[in-house]
């Protein structure tokens, strides 16, 4: 019987490693929509949270119910299952663990750490699955630990199928009990001792080259370092930064920098220039620092610190010619078109155009609508046609003005502006044929038969006067 389990729980965990289902979102629908061409493109706002309702392998108590990660030999098992609303990238995360301040906490620091992939696992006893990120962690335990509650904070890092960086912060607490009884701990310092802390350097301000970044730019950065302590100098201070590898380019010999010292209260620059690949997608990315140093006791000290960059992907939009009569007649109604196309990377938002110029009404907004990247649209307008106002005459050229408008993801608006030209004629201004001069046609024909019947007269005479002369006397 015992072996029958054991097969029955090994085919079980062969199947939960096997299966990689699709993290649903909240209203348990797939990502992937019926027929939406824009179905399987999760949103920007694709959230993560830990399952607080599910008892998960490892744990004595569901989030909900005050799970405490559990205390075993000098290590704490630490689960963290998450769950997301939507689809993620290679269905996989990063997790990794912020233990706080080395001196004041009881654990062992390392390097914790790691991926983690959707998997369907066994909650509750084994009586129902769950589709979750299990993020399992075990830390090593000082010897001499204090017994209390210590803060952990698990940091998620990922990306949704779109590309969009997706991240959080979950605080899990500690809570160590095998350790020094903090009132025994206070008792056995030396009271004439007082306690020493460590300098500590922070990020205290950032700079860029530009006010705008977008992908395709070289930028500078120039990040003040500032040293917090009021007593204690920072000597031999080396400063490594990191950014990601895909998208900026160092522009630099090395990524370490080394300032010599800083003194108390005292704050230094360092300067790094970086290249943004043009193909960077919009978004906000992190330029992270490790700060090393020692203190005046050489005493090795560890800092990090993030500075925020946002990339924006520059818009590229560009319009035809208007298409409309070169030749329009008053009281007309005509149409009006314009074709516009996304010669950028990023998706183009409400793209319409505006129509204006003097005997000219068009009916309504060219409405075009959302444009994604190498995306051509069309819009039209009826435009009713009237007498020129602000010249001599009401028929002539006129000179309109179509200014298109669009926005970024952001909602901010942009626009350009387009000129074209038409002459508005009159309805009557086609010469009409004249009519035909019956009239004077007629006494042309009756002149010239007068003068045929007279010159038929003149022979008649001229004949018989010829003939009386030939007859004898």
């Known amino acids: 019987m015992k072996k029958y389990k054991q097969c029955i729980a090994l085919l079980s965990a062969v199947f939960l490693l096997l299966s990689r289902p699709v993290c649903a979102d909240p209203a348990g629908q797939a990502a992937a929509g019926d027929g939406n061409p824009d179905a399987g493109v999760q949103s920007v706002y694709t959230q993560l949270a830990i399952d607080s309702e599910n008892l998960y392998e490892g744990m004595e108590h569901t989030y909900s119910e005050g799970y405490v990660p559990?205390?075993?030999?000098?290590?704490?098992?630490?689960?963290?299952?998450?769950?997301?609303?939507?689809?993620?990238?290679?269905?996989?995360?990063?997790?990794?663990?912020?233990?706080?301040?080395?001196?004041?906490?009881?654990?062992?620091?390392?390097?914790?750490?790691?991926?983690?992939?959707?998997?369907?696992?066994?909650?509750?006893?084994?009586?129902?699955?769950?589709?979750?990120?299990?993020?399992?962690?075990?830390?090593e335990l000082k010897p001499d630990r204090v017994n209390g509650s210590y803060p952990v904070t698990v940091d998620i890092r990922t990306a949704d199928e779109a590309g969009n960086e997706v991240g959080q912060t979950f605080t899990v607490y500690v809570t160590i009990t095998d350790g020094t009884d903090p009132k025994a701990a206070q008792s056995t310092a030396d009271p004439a001792q007082p306690a020493v802390f460590s300098p500590k350097v922070v990020i205290s301000g950032c700079q860029f080259s530009k006010d705008a970044i977008q992908a395709g730019d070289e930028v500078y950065a120039k990040i003040t370092l500032t040293n917090t302590s009021n007593t204690e100098t920072v000597r031999d201070l080396t400063v490594a930064v990191s950014a990601p590898p895909e998208y900026f380019t160092l522009l630099e010999k090395?990524?370490?920098?080394?300032?010599?010292?800083?003194?108390?209260?005292g704050s230094t620059d360092v300067q790094l220039r970086y290249r943004i690949q043009a193909s960077a997608p919009q978004g906000q990315y992190e330029l992270e620092l490790t700060m090393n140093y020692a203190d005046t006791n050489a005493n090795v000290c560890s800092e990090k610190g993030k500075v925020m960059v946002w990339v924006n992907q520059p818009l590229k939009v560009q319009a035809d010619k208007l298409s409309f009569p070169e030749k329009v007649e008053v009281a007309d109604v005509v149409e009006a078109s314009l074709q516009v196309m996304n010669f950028g990377?990023?998706?183009?938002?409400?793209?319409?155009?505006?129509?204006?110029?003097?005997?000219?009404?068009?009916?309504?907004?060219?409405?075009?609508?959302?444009?994604?990247?190498?995306?051509?649209?069309?819009?039209?307008?009826?435009?009713?046609v009237g007498s020129l106002s602000k010249e001599?005459?009401?028929?002539?050229?006129?000179?309109?003005?179509?200014?298109?408008?669009?926005?970024?993801?952001?909602?901010?608006?942009?626009?350009?502006?387009?000129?074209?030209?038409?002459?508005?004629?009159?309805?009557?201004?086609?010469?009409?044929?004249?009519?035909?001069?019956?009239?004077?046609?007629?006494?042309?024909?009756?002149?010239?038969?007068?003068?045929?019947?007279?010159?038929?007269?003149?022979?008649?005479?001229?004949?018989?006067?010829?003939?009386?002369?030939?007859?004898?006397?």
């Open 70 to 139: 559990a205390v075993q030999n000098g290590n704490v098992y630490l689960v963290v299952p998450i769950q997301c609303s939507g689809n993620l990238k290679d269905f996989s995360l990063k997790a990794s663990l912020d233990l706080g301040e080395s001196e004041n906490n009881p654990f062992v620091y390392k390097n914790y750490e790691k991926s983690v992939y959707l998997q369907q696992h066994a909650v509750n006893g084994g009586a129902t699955t769950a589709n979750a990120y299990v993020a399992a962690f075990w830390m």
């Open 254 to 265: 090395s990524d370490t920098i080394y300032v010599p010292s800083i003194p108390a209260n």
């Open 345 to 384: 990377r990023s998706r183009v938002y409400h793209v319409r155009a505006v129509m204006e110029a003097d005997g000219l009404s068009a009916s309504g907004t060219l409405y075009i609508g959302d444009l994604e990247p190498g995306m051509m649209g069309t819009g039209t307008v009826q435009v009713s």
């Open 392 to 473: 001599d005459s009401p028929y002539g050229k006129t000179d309109g003005v179509l200014t298109i408008y669009y926005e970024d993801e952001n909602g901010q608006e942009f626009s350009e502006e387009l000129s074209f030209q038409t002459a508005i004629q009159s309805p009557f201004s086609e010469e009409t044929p004249k009519k035909e001069d019956r009239a004077g046609q007629w006494w042309v024909i009756m002149g010239v038969l007068a003068g045929v019947l007279v010159l038929f007269a003149a022979g008649m005479f001229i004949q018989k006067k010829t003939r009386r002369r030939g007859q004898p006397a």
